[in-house]
């Protein structure tokens, strides 16, 4: 395995490990207290060549000595932030935040993880078929705080919507009413601008997942500093721009889809869908990195899996459901509808 370079962020006053503080937004020392603001732009690590493209792909383990206490760091490919094992100092892999894989924003972390366990009470709190025992036997596990990386789109939709459309219109004739149905091509110009649509560029985590944290604060990013990462885990993408980007058209496709679907029907009793000639154009990518916790909630033996949104505090994951208290609901209801049944049964044959 190749030795590769590092970055450590040291406290000037005492030297030891600095970490980014979320409650504050600054680098902070936890030995001698000291703080210091991070600037709003770093310069590129030195030796980094701007379009540098190392093989994202690669599966390759790294090695990587630690300059605090001189013991080696085995990682994979795509981690940009680790903590020393031996010593605990935050350490940046230079190589994957620069060149050509430097990130263009980052959203710093706002949540700090002694949060976390409040936010997720608050999650399950309106959970109604969690089993009863679940908040005093849970327990919160693997939990790390992660940069993720996202790709942010950019285009335009230009193009045609045609619909089918009906209007019904009623005349007296004689003794009976009639109802007269006109029928209508229909032809709808669409140009529609979508900016920094989200689309995680991490393919060890769930897609799912992921979309599911939205939305972010977008106009919380800021220019990519390495000392945001100090403390927190980050990964460089291992899914580049291109290999994602049909995920992202799907996306502002149907967006647009249905705000045109939904403003096409005024004046018209009813409407179908009868294709469109939408394209994009031009689809632009830039790179950030956002922030997630992920972790696991452990319940009988079983984990399940959770995220929560580094900058808001949403949360989001599985849980589990108490199978007894999912058929009393289910007979509840039951109940309801057959007494309500038997009620007009009642009333009717009186």
Known sequence: ???????????????????????????????????????????????????????????????????????????????????????????????????????????????????????VQDFYKDKKLLPRRFFSESN???????????????????????????????AREGDYIVTIRDHYDIERDVSMDFKDIPVDGSGRLDDALMDSLEPFDLNGIKPFNMSYLSGFLAERFDRDSEEVRRRAEERMMNSALSIV????????????????????????????????????VGYKGVKYTFAMNGQTGKVVGDIPTDTGRSLLRRWGTFAAVFAVIMLLVSFLSC
């Open 140 to 170: 919160i596990e693997d939990l790390a705080g992660v940069y993720v990386p996202f790709w942010l789109y950019d285009c335009t939709y230009q193009g045609k919507a045609y619909y089918k459309g009906f209007k019904d219109r009623s």
């Open 261 to 296: 679907d939904a403003n096409s029907g005024a004046g018209y009793s009813g409407i179908s869908s009868a294709g469109n000639d939408l394209q994009a154009s031009p689809i632009t990518a830039r790179y950030v990195l956002l922030p997630v916790y992920t972790f696991n």
């Open 1 to 119: 395995m190749p030795k590769r370079e590092l970055s450590e962020q040291k406290c000037p006053a005492c030297g030891a490990p600095l970490r980014f503080d979320p409650e504050s937004g600054r680098s902070v020392c936890d030995w001698c207290g000291t703080s210091y603001e991070i600037p709003d732009a770093a310069a590129e690590p030195e030796g980094a060549a701007e379009g540098e493209a190392p093989d994202i792909h690669s599966e390759e383990l790294c090695c990587y000595n630690c300059r605090s206490c001189g013991a080696e760091i085995v990682t994979d490919s795509v981690s940009a932030s680790v903590k020393c094992p031996y010593c605990g100092n935050n350490i940046v892999f230079t190589e994957k935040v620069s060149g050509g894989l430097r990130p263009d924003g980052i959203i710093p972390f706002r949540i700090d993880k002694k949060s976390l366990p409040a936010a």
